[in-house]
Every structure is written in C-alpha cells, then in structure tokens.
C-alpha cells in the first residue's frame, strides 16, 4: 500500500458539525456505515441551490465511493445500501422516495431542521423536487475527468514502468469518459484488475461504442468470444 503524501497547504477542507464528532462519530461501529456517512457530508458541502440532497443513483456513480465499499470481494451496491440504511437509521441523514413519470429514486439530506422542513414541505406538495434539476458538485470537489493513473493507483494499486506504459498507450486510444466508466464497471463486479479493465475497453471498441455505433451484443457469441476472467494476468476462458 503506498503511503499518503500529505495534505498540501491549502487544501480545500469539508466542515462537519462539531455534534458528530461527539455524538456520533463513538457510537458508529460500521466501517462502511462511517464511510457512507462522512462521503455524503462532503458532497453536499459542495453542492449548489437551496435544496442539498444525493441521490442513491448518484452515490452509486460515484468511483470514489464505490471503490472504497467494494473491499474484501464484497458487493458495494449492496454495502452502499446498507451503510445508507444504517445512517438513516441513526439518524444522520434523512431519506425521501420520490417517484416521477414512473420512475423512483431515493434522495439522502443531512438531518437538520431545514432539511426536515424541506422534505415535509415536500410530502405535503408544497415543493416539487423532482422538477428541479438535480444540484451538481461544484468541479474541484467533482471525481470526473481523472487521469488514467490515477484511476488505476485509486482502484488497482502502484503503478509499475510496464503498467503505466500501457495505461499511456490507452489514454490516447479511448476515450477518458470511456476509461473511467471501465473502471467503475470493475470496480462494480469486484475485478480490480488493468487486463479486466483493458478487455473491457476492447469490447465496447469492437463493439463501436466509441463511435456512436453500438447497438449492443449480439445474441449469436462464437467460442471464442465465450466470457473471459482474468487470472493472475493470464486470459482464461469459462466453460460453458
């Protein structure tokens, strides 16, 4: 595991409330309920509008949080939902269901009066949230447009000569928002691996994702286009 460098002098800094820190923070004893806890806090901070919230959908794009929920081989959808219920439960955050054109999602505030306002305003019809666009992060807190190297050193490990030759070669041959989603992809199945990732990226190029092309598998798989995993470095087919 490589060592974290240090803060730089004027980094940017997320407040927590110093109530967490003594009436929450020694009652949690859930790593992934703490980190679910502490990843909305500094979203939020950096969000813009008169209504902050995150959505369940949003969390789980996020790369950052989901790579660090999907240790140990574990599902990190599901340690997502779980931590989320855990800090609810607690009653660090609040959770509204909101469903819109038969569509639903679950929108997490921080458990203040004002959002305790907001969201029986809410119930009661007084505030429409799901015609109100979504509020984004601001772009420096934002965990888009990565370079390649950092993605891999975030969700893989240290970078070798040989890896970052190859992630540089890949860096000019797809595209960055192509690269990032592989890797969330990975990062999803529990698959931290550059040749996983690679032969993803390979696929949708087959595919003519890249190009606007795609229109997805077809239903018609030769043998040699059976699913592969990757095993110490080496492609191994699976059995049908």
Same mark, same amino acid.
């Given at each position: 595991?490589?060592?974290?460098?240090?803060?730089?002098?004027?980094?940017?800094?997320?407040?927590?409330?110093?109530?967490?820190?003594?009436?929450?923070?020694?009652?949690?004893?859930?790593?992934?309920?703490?980190?679910?806890?502490?990843?909305?806090?500094?979203?939020?901070?950096?969000?813009?509008?008169?209504?902050?919230?995150?959505?369940?959908?949003?969390?789980?794009?996020?790369?950052?949080?989901?790579?660090?929920?999907?240790?140990?081989?574990?599902?990190?959808?599901?340690?997502?939902?779980?931590?989320?219920?855990? @800090?609810? /439960?607690?009653? $660090?955050?609040?959770? !509204?269901?909101?469903?819109?054109? +038969?569509?639903?999602?679950? =929108?997490?505030?921080?458990?203040?009066?004002?959002?305790?306002?907001?969201?029986?305003?809410?119930?009661?019809?007084?505030?429409?949230?799901?015609?109100?666009?979504?509020?984004?992060?601001?772009?420096?807190? @934002?965990? /888009?447009?990565? $370079?390649?190297?950092? !993605?891999?050193?975030?969700?893989? +490990?240290?970078?070798?000569? =040989?890896?970052?030759?190859?992630?540089?070669?890949?860096?000019?041959?797809?595209?960055?928002?192509?690269?990032?989603?592989?890797?969330?992809?990975?990062?999803?199945?529990?698959?931290?691996?550059?040749?996983?990732?690679?032969?993803?990226?390979?696929?949708?190029?087959?595919?003519?994702?890249?190009? +606007?092309?795609?229109?997805?598998?077809?239903?018609?798989?030769?043998?040699?286009?059976?699913?592969?995993?990757?095993?110490?470095?080496?492609?191994?087919?699976?059995?049908?």
């Amino acid at each position: 595991m490589a060592a974290f460098q240090g803060f730089p002098d004027f980094a940017k800094k997320t407040p927590l409330p110093n109530l967490f820190f003594s009436s929450i923070l020694p009652l949690i004893d859930d790593l992934v309920e703490l980190k679910v806890t502490l990843h909305v806090f500094w979203l939020l901070v950096w969000k813009k509008g008169p209504y902050r919230f995150a959505t369940a959908k949003e969390l789980g794009a996020d790369l950052d949080l989901m790579s660090g929920l999907a240790l140990e081989e574990k599902d990190p959808a599901k340690e997502l939902s779980r931590g989320l219920g855990r @800090a609810v /439960a607690r009653g $660090t955050l609040l959770r !509204l269901d909101l469903e819109k054109n +038969g569509t639903g999602d679950e =929108l997490y505030f921080i458990n203040t009066p004002a959002d305790q306002r907001v969201i029986d305003q809410v119930r009661k019809g007084q505030i429409d949230l799901g015609a109100m666009p979504k509020a984004q992060p601001l772009a420096e807190a @934002a965990s /888009a447009k990565r $370079t390649i190297f950092e !993605l891999y050193e975030r969700n893989i +490990g240290l970078l070798t000569p =040989l890896i970052a030759e190859e992630l540089k070669e890949a860096e000019t041959e797809y595209p960055a928002e192509f690269i990032e989603e592989a890797f969330r992809e990975a990062v999803r199945l529990n698959k931290r691996s550059w040749r996983y990732i690679q032969r993803i990226l390979e696929n949708w190029q087959e595919q003519g994702r890249f190009s +606007g092309k795609y229109q997805g598998r077809s239903q018609k798989v030769r043998a040699d286009e059976q699913p592969r995993e990757y095993k110490g470095g080496y492609i191994v087919k699976r059995r049908g």
